[in-house]
């Protein structure tokens, strides 16, 4: 299985403090070893960096833990390949236009296959794995309902739909932003934390490394941290239910349900 990471943020936010704990996942204190890949938004635009290698071992890894970049929405991803091959082109976040914006997606999880709706074929997979394909199906279902932008209120229930059916033929936990919200579906296992004034101090649990939120943050910052398995040891993470769905905007769940 793969692991995820997301971020909502009310203010552009750095991520390398949880960025940092995932990547010893990536061949360290975890498994996953066949690649990484993370997305920050800016604006309408996507700064995106993958490996197929090892994040512990990836020098474009290390650069990213150098680089604090600020975004107020990130997907992040570690892949321990179990559908399709090791290299570029599997490597998680996948990203596609759709109504003029950068849709990003991540999944952890394994599909029997990918079910059908009969929704026009506009997007297409480019590497073989069934995440990638999840996604474009998930995709060419809201382009078939709503060729042009709605709100997401609208949207959410063809995601809904879309992440349940999917959910039926395997495990499916994703992350889905168009950088306006960041959408979450929990099929076996993901873990939050968000994180407002009072701001504390933190511990990973991966890497002997800490931070004092207190004196990097504000007390209006509001920033929501999504994992597959919680990321410090000294903080209370809430676990999804199997099923759950959320909606983030600027830090704040928005919307949530069961599937």
């Known amino acids: 299985m793969c692991e995820l990471l997301g ?32 997305a920050f938004y800016e604006g309408r635009g996507l700064r995106l960096f993958q490996d197929p290698q090892a994040s512990v071992e990836s020098e474009v890894a290390a650069l990213v833990q150098r680089y604090p970049i600020k975004s107020t929405t990130v997907i992040g991803h570690i892949r ?27 999944h952890n999880g394994q599909l029997a296959r990918v079910p059908a709706s009969g ?3 506009f997007y297409r997979p480019i590497g073989d794995t069934d995440s990638e394909s999840a996604f474009c199906e998930l995709l060419n279902r809201v382009r078939a309902r709503y060729p ?23 495990v499916f936990n994703c992350l889905l932003s168009d950088g ?5 579906f929990c099929s076996t296992k993901l873990a939050r934390i968000t994180r407002r004034a009072p701001f504390g101090p933190a511990t990973l649990r991966d890497v ?17 941290v999504l994992a597959t398995e919680p990321l410090t040891g000294n903080e209370a993470w809430t676990l999804f239910e199997p099923g759950e769905w959320t909606l983030w905007r600027l830090g704040e769940c928005i919307a949530s349900g069961p599937a």
Request: proline fraction near 7%; glycine fraction near 8%.
């Open 80 to 106: 321990q390949a179990n559908v399709g091959s090791v290299c570029l082109a599997n490597t998680h976040p996948f990203v596609r236009e759709l109504w003029g914006r950068n849709w990003c997606f991540a």
């Open 208 to 224: 002997d490394m800490s931070v004092d939120f207190t004196s990097q943050t504000t007390p209006d910052d509001v920033v929501a």
């Open 180 to 184: 306006d919200w960041l959408f979450a």
């Open 148 to 170: 042009e932008p709605v709100s997401v209120s609208l949207l959410l229930p063809v995601l809904v739909e879309a992440c349940s059916s999917f959910r039926e033929q395997g």
């Open 119 to 121: 929704a026009p074929s």
């Open 7 to 38: 971020m909502s943020a009310n203010v552009p936010t750095d991520i390398v403090f949880s960025f940092s704990g995932l990547m010893q996942r990536g061949g360290r204190t975890g498994p996953h070893r066949d690649g990484w890949g993370i």
